[in-house]
């Protein structure tokens, strides 16, 4: 799998000795008080086309929550992978940085300085609290207006981001919306999202790599496994589902029965049909996915 599908990598959430490994560790961006619903609701699935939008609205209905969209997912997955790519550096090159640091406090500067580095756990806990800044604002807006299930929908999002997002924000709870791909591959045809063959081929790998990932990383995580199908067939059991997983209040069941696949303004778009072709990388994928227990 290529990209950023590929595994854990440098955001796995491994805990190592103090000192050089201590970069390691993201202090917590925001705290969980008594009662409090602090961290935030992540909806993601495999790829684009899923439901989470329809997930996102129905959360929005009910008085207690208010998930924000995809610019949010964007920006705190940008920034995360920017801090994993950082800290890498800075945990391989401690022992460097810290020595030039040593020598220049002791009077030593004839020496080829140019990345002359701060104490690095309190540098790097700066960036870290930096890039979950925006996450902050979310918190706290959600609080400002009464919606204390704060959250924010971004299909797709990288796994190597998600390990890195439970570590930042304890109490993290990510609804996880799985579709049949051959509906989902005849959505995302439709928006033009896959322009060529090799896109198509791609998208099924991920659907497919993407489910293993969080298969495999989900223990130690509240986590709700929701298939789009389930939802729209039956509201109620999906809504109850939800409403036992964080505290949202009662949702709107008339959301589910609102087809909207498209901005305000612009016609529904019909699901492109597949071709042999696409229909055999659709079948192969089906074929190896992950069984998820309990949720059928």
Request: hydrophobic share 45%.
């Amino acid at each position: 799998m290529a990209g950023l599908h590929g595994g854990r990598g440098p955001v796995g959430p491994a805990r190592r000795r103090r000192g050089a490994g201590a970069l390691a560790r993201l202090r917590p961006a925001v705290a969980v008080g008594d009662g409090a619903f602090a961290a935030p609701l992540l909806v993601t699935s495999p790829t684009i086309r899923s439901g989470t939008t329809l997930v996102q609205r129905l959360l929005c209905s009910a008085p207690g929550g208010l998930v924000y969209g995809e610019e949010v997912g964007k920006d705190v997955e940008f920034q995360l992978q920017v801090l994993a790519a950082r800290r890498l550096v800075y945990r391989h090159n401690g022992a460097r940085f810290r020595q030039a640091l040593s020598q220049v406090l002791d009077g030593e500067t004839n020496d080829w300085i140019i990345d002359l580095m701060p104490g690095l756990e309190a540098y790097v806990d700066a960036l870290g609290q930096g890039a979950l800044a925006g996450m902050k604002a979310c918190a706290a807006h959600a609080a400002s207006v009464g919606r204390p299930a704060w959250g924010f929908k971004y299909p797709g999002m990288a796994p190597t981001v998600l390990p890195l997002l439970a570590e930042a924000m304890p109490g993290l709870r990510v609804v996880y919306v799985l579709r049949g791909l051959a509906d989902t591959l005849r959505s995302a045809k439709a928006w033009g999202a896959l322009p060529d063959a090799i896109q198509v081929q791609r998208f099924c790998d991920d659907w497919l790599a993407h489910q293993h990932f969080v298969h495999g990383w989900r223990a130690g995580i509240p986590l709700l496994v929701l298939r789009h199908e389930a939802l729209v067939a039956d509201p109620a059991a999906a809504i109850a589902r939800l409403r036992a997983f964080a505290p949202i209040g009662e949702p709107d069941p008339g959301v589910v029965s609102r087809r909207i696949n498209a901005p305000a303004g612009e016609a529904y778009r019909e699901p492109e049909p597949l071709s042999p072709q696409e229909q055999e990388w659709v079948d192969a994928a089906v074929a190896a996915a992950p069984a998820w227990d309990g949720i059928d």
